[in-house]
């Protein structure tokens, strides 16, 4: 039986809950580096349980705070966040990325909900998953910083259903439940304060699930009798007791095989098409034949078609004006599912857009909640994480139909395999590779672009080119390397078309459009996987034999001068990485390490047999030379190399002066596998104990300095022979390290146009993680003269000032003399940070637009041009939108009345 059926079943199940301490968080030392963001693993994933409840939630309402989509059930790990071995965790998904909402309960968690703004979970937890956390009674309250108990919540809760109706908190207990000595049944209702029963008789036990219907409260789940009434497990709340469904035949009976349940039960209810669906695990409603799911109008119960034959249903949604239904079932209606997720168009089965069955695998444990979140639905439960839905996606545990495709996505705004490189390019960042979670990615995306710690694919689907060296040749297109040259950003790779323009493995993109670089020459067995540009010219390296050049025939190494392809000597195998350090190319093939001299290819070595294989990358450090091979690291040390006491890189970057490595170094005391070479000792970084990471083994692939910070890429999963297992999870990793912890803007001053005498805003606020170890204190500069509080704080004869040493700056009754350029110093124990500074521009109200002493023809002519183009905002808007002269943001029919009074008087006294 799953983790969530147990519970809803819990009278047949105690569920065992392992006590003790949490370690105390792993705090940085002051001021050290630290990792302020990252996308982890596609949606939740899981220990042995699953999601079992979602939530939409605003935290603050109309106020600035993201919504947050809530998850709840057996969350071992969420994002980057791994909650403690103890309990499981609640999580939220703000539309980027996950974040943990507390550290994880003692318990499971199995319903949520919102209840006067607030987020209610329940479930059969005793307490926050760290030592000395208050006692929780299987509900809880979330604070803004932990789950808090309820006033008064009676002993022994295990809360199987949450519900709000007449402004109260409905609670569903697997037990009766003992007020004030008093049994109220399975149910009891919470008004902020208070608990009480429903109405004086007690209530059915246990109730799975609620739901408001027409105005009234539904209850169902496992309740045979009630007070000696036969309800046969669903009832209806009429505002003083519980009523029964059905006329002469209550409820629902009968049965279909199913191996989590014995009898008849309710998992789900809710309103469609102004009838109550209910659904579950039975094989009638009301008397009338109906497996698993019927429909109340108010009066009898309807079958949805033949419903199911084996198996049940445990969620129930809308999407697109369909009931979508979720449970552990492969067939409904005589429909294969094989997804256990359906959708009833109202006469119908289908199943959902795309069909979720895939030769690669994919299989539903079980689909156990439906929301809808920032208008797209979402679902979630347990899922298999290999090709679920198409060739490019992997949706883990919870997913979502986007409205805008169609399709199922994941919740990870990139999905898997791996990332080869980053590449900056017009002050944009990039990020290239394979982007496809199957052996085969024919044109799939290749490219995307990176925003903070998100990354947005934008294109590059490829189609494969032909080659003898295996899997990934034979199937996955691939960008492996690039280097600007000629002006656009250029790629090297596996295919012969990018984006439909016909290209053989190199292709060069402007930001917006790909063309193809090299016409012709190039055999069609060639593999590449280095690009340089060196001298003017593009130096390629890879696999090929038999290149047509200027010069004859080239093997492995070439170069494209722009128009012509030449020789560049020869190099006996596969040249995987090329590199230009300190105006010298080198060279890394599978059998040795080489240094071009100007006119030939210096291998090095010692002597004949002192070469290295399989070189990947090259950097220096302290003028010193190190390589990393697929197996070690070295350094040239007097003519010859020498093996280092490294862990294994993939992939070298400077960054702040240090040289940095990362790679797979599988060990248990460098959780996120980055290392800094400090003098000669390689130092990891990022080692916590709330970030070390289960099994697949992370491996980094690539690294680069963007914009001061260091940014690192690289997937989950079983990588081989260039390719990737399809039966291992894999997705793409993207963090975000600093170099300290001193403030960092992600918002900054915005340039301000305002009325005189209103009020003006500035705002500035600091990225996330950026104020640890200690507190930021801010100082507002209006010219680069500190702000004081109060009148004329920003200005003598100013307005007055409040917020001058926060994050946010208000200044009221703005004047003249507040008019200029407006900056914030933030400072902490770590460093200080200025902002970019914003322009408040102060707008004079006067009818006189063109400030000549009258108001006539001219400024009506000035108006007219600002009422046509309306909107204050407009880059079109002339003269400052000078016409708006009730300050509201637009040019409209109240402006034009203002400035009549004031023409018709000019006008008269010039007569």
Same mark, same amino acid.
């Given at each position: 039986?799953?983790?969530?059926?147990?519970?809803?079943?819990?009278?047949?199940?105690?569920?065992?809950?392992?006590?003790?301490?949490?370690?105390?968080?792993?705090?940085?030392?002051?001021?050290?580096?630290?990792?302020?963001?990252?996308?982890?693993?596609?949606?939740?994933?899981?220990?042995?349980?699953?999601?079992?409840?979602?939530?939409?939630?605003?935290?603050?309402?109309?106020?600035?705070?993201?919504?947050?989509?809530?998850?709840?059930?057996?969350?071992?790990?969420?994002?980057?966040?791994?909650?403690?071995?103890? !309990?499981?965790?609640?999580?939220?998904?703000?539309?980027?990325?996950?974040?943990?909402?507390?550290?994880?309960? $003692?318990?499971? #968690?199995?319903?949520?909900?919102?209840?006067?703004g607030e987020l209610y979970a329940g479930g059969q937890f005793t307490s926050e998953s760290y030592s000395g956390a208050p006692a929780l009674q299987g509900i809880a309250r979330w604070d803004g910083a932990r789950w808090r108990p309820l006033t008064g919540t009676p002993i022994a809760f295990k809360v199987t259903a949450l519900a709000v109706f007449d402004d109260e908190l409905i609670v569903a207990n697997s037990s009766d439940i003992v007020i004030g000595g008093t049994n109220v049944g399975g149910a009891a209702r919470f008004d902020g304060s208070t608990w009480r029963g429903l109405g004086t008789a007690k209530s059915p036990t246990v109730i799975?699930?609620?739901?408001?219907?027409?105005?009234?409260?539904?209850?169902?789940?496992?309740?045979?009798?009630v007070n000696g009434v036969a309800f046969n497990n669903v009832a209806r709340w009429d505002g003083s007791a519980w009523q029964t469904l059905g006329g002469a035949n209550p409820g629902v009976t009968g049965t279909v095989p199913d191996p989590n349940y014995f009898g008849p039960t309710v998992l789900a209810m809710r309103t469609y098409q102004d009838r109550l669906v209910i659904a579950g695990f039975f094989g009638s409603a009301g008397g009338t034949p109906a497996t698993c799911i019927a429909s109340w109008d108010g009066s009898a119960f309807h079958a949805l078609g033949t419903g199911l034959s084996s198996d049940h249903i445990e969620a129930l949604?809308?999407?697109?004006?369909? &009931?979508?239904?979720?449970?552990?079932?492969?067939?409904?209606?005589?429909?294969?599912?094989?997804?256990?997720?359906?959708?009833?168009?109202?006469?119908?089965?289908?199943?959902?857009?795309?069909?979720?069955?895939?030769?690669?695998?994919?299989?539903?444990?079980? #689909?156990?909640?439906?929301?809808?979140?920032?208008?797209?639905?979402?679902?979630?439960?347990?899922?298999?994480?290999?090709?679920?839905?198409?060739?490019?996606?992997?949706?883990?545990? @919870?997913?979502?139909?986007?409205?805008?495709?169609?399709?199922?996505?994941?919740?990870?705004?990139?999905?898997?395999?791996?990332?080869?490189?980053?590449?900056?390019?017009?002050?944009?960042?990039?990020?290239?590779?394979?982007?496809?979670?199957?052996?085969?990615?024919?044109?799939?995306?290749?490219?995307?672009?990176?925003?903070?710690?998100?990354?947005?694919?934008?294109?590059? %689907?490829?189609?494969?080119?032909?080659?003898?060296?295996?899997?990934?040749?034979?199937?996955?297109?691939?960008?492996?390397?690039?280097? @600007?040259?000629?002006?656009?950003?250029?790629?090297?790779?596996?295919?012969?078309?990018?984006?439909?323009?016909?290209?053989?493995?190199?292709?060069?993109?402007?930001?917006?459009?790909?063309?193809?670089?090299?016409?012709?020459?190039?055999?069609?067995?060639?593999?590449?996987?280095?690009?340089?540009?060196?001298?003017?010219? +593009?130096?390629?390296?890879?696999?090929?034999?038999?290149?047509?050049?200027?010069?004859?025939?080239?093997?492995?190494?070439?170069?494209?001068?722009?128009?012509?392809?030449?020789? =560049?000597?020869?190099?006996?195998?596969?040249?995987?990485?090329?590199?230009?350090?300190?105006?010298?190319?080198?060279? !890394?093939?599978?059998?040795?390490?080489?240094?071009?001299?100007?006119?030939?290819?210096?291998?090095?070595?010692?002597?004949?047999?002192?070469?290295?294989?399989?070189?990947?990358?090259?950097?220096?450090?302290?003028?010193?030379?190190? @390589?990393?091979?697929?197996?070690?690291?070295?350094?040239?040390?007097?003519?010859?190399?020498?093996?280092?006491?490294?862990?294994? =890189? $993939?992939?070298?970057?400077?960054?702040?002066?240090?040289?940095?490595?990362?790679?797979?170094?599988?060990?248990?005391?460098?959780?996120?596998?980055?290392?800094?070479?400090?003098?000669?000792?390689?130092?990891?970084?990022?080692?916590?104990?709330?970030?070390?990471?289960? /099994?697949?083994?992370?491996?980094?692939?690539?690294? /680069?300095?963007?914009?001061?910070?260091?940014?690192?890429?690289?997937?989950?999963?079983?990588?081989?022979?260039?390719?990737?297992?399809?039966?291992?999870?894999?997705?793409?990793?993207?963090?975000?390290?600093? $170099?300290?912890?001193?403030?960092?803007?992600?918002?900054?001053?915005?340039?301000?146009?305002?009325?005189?005498?209103?009020?003006? &805003?500035?705002?500035?606020?600091?990225?996330?993680?950026?104020?640890?170890?200690?507190?930021?204190?801010?100082?507002?500069?209006?010219?680069?003269?500190?702000?004081?509080?109060?009148?004329?704080?920003?200005?003598?004869?100013?307005?007055?000032?409040?917020?001058?040493?926060?994050?946010?700056?208000?200044?009221?009754?703005?004047?003249?003399?507040?008019?200029?350029?407006?900056?914030?110093?933030? /400072?902490?124990?770590?460093?200080?940070? +200025?902002?970019?500074?914003? /322009?408040?521009?102060?707008?004079?109200?006067?009818?006189?637009?063109?400030?000549?002493?009258? @108001?006539?023809? %001219?400024?009506?002519?000035?108006?007219?041009?600002?009422?046509?183009?309306?909107?204050?905002?407009?880059?079109?808007?002339?003269?400052?939108?000078?016409?708006?002269?009730?300050?509201?943001?637009?040019?409209?029919?109240?402006?034009? #009345?203002?400035?009549?009074?004031?023409?018709?008087?000019?006008?008269?006294? !010039?007569?």
């Amino acid at each position: 039986m799953n983790i969530r059926l147990a519970w809803k079943l819990a009278f047949l199940v105690t569920l065992f809950v392992a006590s003790g301490g949490r370690a105390q968080p792993w705090v940085p030392p002051p001021c050290e580096g630290v990792f302020d963001g990252g996308i982890g693993y596609p949606g939740i994933v899981l220990g042995s349980g699953s999601v079992s409840a979602m939530v939409a939630w605003d935290p603050d309402g109309t106020g600035p705070a993201r919504p947050l989509l809530v998850a709840a059930g057996g969350i071992t790990m969420a994002g980057w966040t791994r909650f403690s071995s103890f !309990g499981f965790g609640i999580a939220a998904w703000d539309g980027e990325s996950w974040r943990p909402i507390g550290i994880g309960m $003692k318990g499971n #968690v199995t319903a949520l909900t919102v209840f006067r703004g607030e987020l209610y979970a329940g479930g059969q937890f005793t307490s926050e998953s760290y030592s000395g956390a208050p006692a929780l009674q299987g509900i809880a309250r979330w604070d803004g910083a932990r789950w808090r108990p309820l006033t008064g919540t009676p002993i022994a809760f295990k809360v199987t259903a949450l519900a709000v109706f007449d402004d109260e908190l409905i609670v569903a207990n697997s037990s009766d439940i003992v007020i004030g000595g008093t049994n109220v049944g399975g149910a009891a209702r919470f008004d902020g304060s208070t608990w009480r029963g429903l109405g004086t008789a007690k209530s059915p036990t246990v109730i799975a699930c609620f739901a408001v219907h027409r105005g009234e409260l539904f209850g169902g789940g496992y309740f045979p009798s009630v007070n000696g009434v036969a309800f046969n497990n669903v009832a209806r709340w009429d505002g003083s007791a519980w009523q029964t469904l059905g006329g002469a035949n209550p409820g629902v009976t009968g049965t279909v095989p199913d191996p989590n349940y014995f009898g008849p039960t309710v998992l789900a209810m809710r309103t469609y098409q102004d009838r109550l669906v209910i659904a579950g695990f039975f094989g009638s409603a009301g008397g009338t034949p109906a497996t698993c799911i019927a429909s109340w109008d108010g009066s009898a119960f309807h079958a949805l078609g033949t419903g199911l034959s084996s198996d049940h249903i445990e969620a129930l949604g809308e999407h697109g004006g369909k &009931l979508t239904v979720g449970g552990t079932f492969k067939f409904i209606g005589g429909v294969k599912i094989l997804s256990a997720f359906a959708l009833w168009d109202g006469s119908a089965w289908e199943s959902p857009p795309p069909s979720t069955t895939h030769p690669n695998g994919g299989s539903f444990a079980g #689909v156990r909640a439906f929301e809808t979140f920032q208008g797209s639905f979402h679902f979630a439960g347990s899922f298999s994480s290999v090709g679920a839905y198409d060739y490019a996606r992997e949706v883990r545990n @919870v997913g979502r139909i986007s409205n805008v495709t169609g399709k199922p996505e994941p919740l990870t705004p990139l999905p898997g395999s791996w990332p080869d490189g980053f590449a900056v390019y017009n002050d944009t960042l990039y990020l290239y590779g394979v982007f496809s979670q199957v052996g085969a990615n024919w044109n799939s995306p290749s490219l995307a672009r990176v925003d903070g710690t998100s990354i947005n694919l934008i294109g590059g %689907a490829m189609t494969p080119a032909h080659s003898s060296l295996g899997l990934e040749d034979a199937w996955i297109a691939r960008l492996r390397a690039t280097a @600007v040259f000629d002006g656009k950003l250029t790629f090297v790779g596996l295919f012969n078309s990018i984006d439909g323009v016909p290209a053989r493995c190199v292709a060069a993109f402007d930001g917006t459009d790909w063309q193809a670089v090299i016409p012709s020459g190039l055999p069609d067995n060639t593999s590449l996987f280095s690009v340089a540009n060196f001298d003017g010219t +593009l130096v390629i390296g890879g696999s090929f034999s038999g290149a047509t050049t200027v010069e004859g025939m080239a093997n492995n190494i070439a170069r494209w001068d722009g128009a012509q392809l030449h020789s =560049m000597g020869t190099l006996p195998t596969t040249v995987w990485v090329l590199k230009v350090i300190e105006g010298t190319l080198y060279a !890394g093939t599978s059998s040795d390490a080489y240094r071009w001299d100007g006119s030939q290819w210096i291998a090095m070595r010692s002597d004949a047999n002192a070469g290295i294989k399989d070189v990947i990358d090259f950097e220096t450090n302290a003028g010193d030379l190190y @390589v990393a091979t697929e197996t070690s690291v070295y350094k040239w040390i007097g003519e010859q190399w020498v093996r280092q006491p490294a862990p294994n =890189m $993939k992939s070298f970057v400077r960054f702040d002066n240090h040289l940095y490595g990362v790679g797979s170094f599988y060990s248990s005391t460098n959780a996120l596998n980055i290392s800094k070479l400090d003098g000669t000792t390689w130092r990891a970084i990022g080692t916590t104990p709330d970030n070390q990471r289960p /099994t697949p083994q992370t491996t980094f692939t690539c690294a /680069t300095e963007f914009h001061g910070r260091l940014y690192i890429a690289g997937f989950l999963g079983t990588k081989y022979y260039q390719g990737i297992s399809v039966s291992s999870p894999s997705g793409i990793i993207l963090t975000r390290y600093s $170099k300290d912890t001193s403030p960092r803007f992600e918002g900054e001053p915005s340039d301000q146009c305002v009325t005189v005498g209103h009020s003006g &805003l500035m705002q500035a606020s600091l990225e996330a993680g950026a104020e640890r170890p200690s507190a930021v204190t801010f100082q507002w500069r209006h010219d680069g003269v500190p702000i004081s509080e109060g009148v004329g704080g920003a200005s003598a004869g100013g307005g007055t000032v409040q917020g001058a040493t926060s994050a946010t700056l208000h200044i009221y009754g703005v004047q003249p003399s507040d008019a200029g350029a407006y900056d914030v110093v933030a /400072t902490s124990a770590c460093g200080t940070q +200025l902002s970019d500074s914003g /322009t408040l521009k102060v707008r004079m109200i006067s009818p006189d637009i063109n400030a000549d002493g009258l @108001v006539d023809d %001219a400024d009506f002519a000035l108006f007219v041009v600002q009422y046509d183009t309306m909107i204050c905002n407009d880059p079109a808007m002339p003269d400052g939108c000078s016409a708006d002269f009730n300050g509201d943001g637009f040019v409209d029919d109240q402006d034009f #009345v203002l400035f009549v009074p004031a023409y018709n008087v000019i006008l008269a006294t !010039g007569a």
